[in-house]
């Protein structure tokens, strides 16, 4: 027998022991990749860790890699790179996108919700978490991590200095931005370099009107940025412009600066998530600014249909998982994660998107405060645009929502292009 | 006999290079070309378009206001890194203190991180809080010309060109200093005791002398520039609005963020012809230049 001879014998003889050994169970255990886009010093890798470090020692041969990238553009480039590719890992991170739903379609993404199903554990999940990751059709692809909520956060001695009471309705915004101006504060400052921040301004009058029913109509082109949703919130965004509502120069301001003008004292409000709460509650910052850090759930509008209760309250971007590569230790790992994640993760003094015993031992005020809200969530939570929206449609209005605020373009011009974009674009991912 | 062995020693030599070349940069390029007449998301079948893509450039006002975008970038550019650098060069010429000193400062920006130099460029360029340039205006009494240069559609792009431009100056400079330092210096002597002014030396004996290094020059910093990403991309990411979007900005965002990979690389092939034009121009010019002075001569 010569070498190549060998070779080839060899090889056939370890592939028959493989066929022999039948499939892989959860005691054959390997390693496992996450693709992460979350912060790596965040609460969620760090339980996430904790979890996967624990379930090794009984586990041997078990390893969990993660691959981080905190950037969410970056992420989604290496995402997509790798979905080409057809070489996305075991786990991965995704939101409720169109590009999620096509890989759903392809069938890259096993059917987490039917797993919650089959495992009993459905309930185990706040209804509010997993009802963020649905898709338009019901179904669940992706498990949540995190829970938070979108508030506006405002400064009481801001607030104060300019006679002002928190704004009860979205209306009252922009009429409070002069008195806050010649107080000497930045009214409501946001991130205009990445797009979503602004965005979020769009969504609200519309979440308050109909819930999530105009967006999931809008980004099929089914429903025009002129009917009655979109107009009105179209043009409260360009009177927040057109009052001063926003720092000048708001278009060149990143996430940091906007939110450092915030709790450096210099701004009176600021619309983000729970998120923050950590940095709001930061002891390096001014004690005379964080002690004075107060919020309102989303303020109403005239013809609201949702409750005062319901607001944007994401659970983050998901966990989703390869149907290609499920196998028992992946399965063995997630009904793990699921058991073990909730309470270390609620010990963390974060939102957990499974039911648990908060622990607001040596939390803040604010925190406290949150989980009483958290508590009092009702059934409809908004969902972001910029989850919804094809990607090219969301560039765009993203792109011209700032020249609205700016008050380079008109109400009327913004509806137009952005109608005409979504016309054109939806159908790629939506159909005809 | 010893033409074969040299002719087969340059060969053993070149052939490394030409086929990592072949394989890094020409077959991307087809790769692209052939992607280019196919829509395609990552995802599902490759669509055969034919020429579409390229049909659905002329109609897309986002890719066209790109093209001129970038058209601008590049002129900023060309200024800073061609014609400023060689202003530079030509004085450095006449300083005797501190030249290295002076090149150095000028160098240092090349450097330096790209992210360093777009979180500096926001701070200058800032309104609120008032960024260098702002407190400046300010302070000679201009206080009513401040405004946020990368945050509106009028400025914004002159702002986003001018660090890209700043950034290399000080490269180019150096480059065409020592091309100038090799210009014979009696040349130089004798025209002006025949009378020549410096504007004299420089257009007749200076550049002509340097023209070689100058139309590399030229080359590298037109290419560069029609290339020219992270800076935009960092300080304003395209906006406000579509205002500061480059050819290559609109690109990556096509393919990484609508998932169009057929059409981004249709974008992608008409960058390198952008390119490949922009190079076939400057020789021309360049020699249509050399011949005229020929003529003169």
């Known amino acids: 027998m010569n070498g190549r001879s060998r070779v080839a014998v060899g090889g056939l003889m370890v592939a028959a022991l493989a066929a022999f050994a039948g499939p892989a169970t959860a005691q054959d255990s390997r390693e496992i990749t996450w693709l992460f886009s979350r912060p790596t010093d965040g609460p969620v890798i760090a339980t996430v860790t904790e979890v996967a470090d624990l379930y090794a020692q009984s586990h041997p041969g078990f390893r969990l890699r993660q691959v981080t990238t905190p950037d969410r553009p970056s992420y989604l480039q290496r995402l997509e790179t790798l979905a080409a590719g057809n070489q996305l890992p075991e786990l991965f991170d995704t939101d409720a996108t169109p590009f999620a739903e096509k890989l759903r379609n392809a069938g890259h993404m096993l059917d987490v919700g039917a797993k919650l199903d089959e495992w009993g554990l ?23 991590l995190e829970m938070q909520m979108e508030y506006l956060w405002f400064n009481r001695a801001a607030l104060d200095a300019a006679g002002l009471q928190p704004p009860a309705t979205l209306e009252d915004i922009p009429a409070m931005c002069q008195p806050l101006r010649d107080a000497g504060f930045v009214p409501l400052t946001v991130d205009g370099v990445d797009g979503w921040p602004l965005m979020r301004n769009l969504a609200l009058i519309p979440f308050r009107l109909t819930g999530n029913d ?45 939110r450092n003008l915030f709790t450096s004292g210099q701004a009176a409000m600021y619309y983000m998530g729970t998120w923050e709460i950590g940095t709001f509650t930061d002891a390096a910052l001014d004690p005379a600014v964080t002690s004075n850090i107060d919020f309102v759930t989303l303020p109403m509008t005239a013809g609201a249909t949702t409750e005062p209760t319901e607001y944007i309250a994401p659970s983050g971007i998901g966990m989703a998982v390869n149907a290609n590569t499920y196998d028992p230790v992946v399965e063995d790992f997630l009904q793990f994660l699921i ?16 039911v648990s015993e908060a622990v607001t031992d040596g939390a803040s005020p604010l925190f406290v405060r949150a989980i009483e809200e958290l508590d009092r969530l009702g059934d409809t939570v908004g969902v972001p645009w910029d989850t919804q929206l094809d990607p090219t449609s969301n560039t765009r209005m993203q792109q011209e929502l700032v020249l609205l605020a700016t008050g380079e373009i008109t109400p009327d011009q913004f509806i137009e292009t952005i109608d005409a974009v979504i016309a054109e674009e939806a159908p790629r991912f939506f159909g005809e | 006999m010893r033409t074969l062995s040299t002719r087969r020693a340059v060969t053993v030599f070149l052939a ?10 020409v077959m991307p390029i087809l790769q692209s070309l052939w992607l280019s007449l196919f829509e395609w998301d990552g995802i599902g079948p490759m669509k055969w378009t034919s020429l579409d893509n390229y049909a659905r450039m002329a109609r897309d006002p986002v890719f066209m206001s790109s093209f001129r975008n970038s058209l601008v970038y590049l002129g900023i550019n060309l200024f800073f890194q061609v014609v400023v650098a060689l202003l530079l060069a030509n004085l450095l010429l006449s300083v005797t203190r501190g030249r290295e000193l002076i090149k150095t400062m ?32 300010d302070a000679v009494g201009l206080g009513d010309l401040a405004t946020a240069w990368l945050g509106t559609t009028r400025t914004a792009l002159v702002a986003v060109s001018i660090p890209e431009g700043w950034r290399f100056m000080g490269l180019y400079m150096v480059i065409l200093y020592a091309a100038l330092l090799a210009v014979p210096k009696d040349l130089e002597e004798a025209a002006r005791i025949d009378g020549a002014s410096e504007w004299k030396v420089f257009s007749r004996i200076r550049f ?31 906006g406000p609005g579509t205002s500061t979007e480059l050819l290559t900005t609109y690109m990556y965002k096509k393919a990484f963020r609508s998932v169009d990979f057929g059409y981004a690389s249709a974008i992608a092939v008409f960058i390198v012809i952008e390119c490949i034009i922009a190079v076939g121009l400057i020789i021309v010019i360049l020699r249509r230049g050399r011949q005229g002075e020929g003529a003169l001569g």
């Open chain 1, 214 to 258: 105009y967006i999931k109509s809008l980004k099929r082109g089914d429903a025009s940025l002129g009917d009655e949703p979109g107009r009105r919130a179209v043009q409260w965004v360009y009177d927040l412009g057109q009052n001063g509502c926003f720092q000048a120069g708001f278009s060149a301001d990143d996430y940091v600066a906007a």
């Open chain 2, 16 to 25: 490394p290079a030409v086929i990592l070349y072949l394989l890094a940069v």
């Open chain 2, 208 to 238: 002509p002398i340097i023209r070689p290094v100058w139309a590399t020059v030229m080359i590298m910093a037109a290419t560069y520039s029609l290339r020219g990403f992270d800076i935009p991309y960092l300080l304003t990411n395209g």
């Open chain 2, 106 to 137: 000028f160098f240092l920006p090349t450097i330096v991180s790209t992210v360093a130099i777009a979180f500096l460029f926001q701070r200058i360029y800032a309104l609120e809080p008032m960024g260098i340039i702002n407190l400046a205006l």
């Open chain 1, 339 to 354: 058991a073990e994640y909730p309470d270390r993760y609620a010990a963390r003094h974060q939102f957990s998107p499974l």
């Open chain 1, 122 to 144: 459905r309930d185990a999940f706040r209804p509010a978490a997993l009802g963020y990751q649905m898709f338009d059709d019901g179904s669940v692809y992706m498990l949540p």
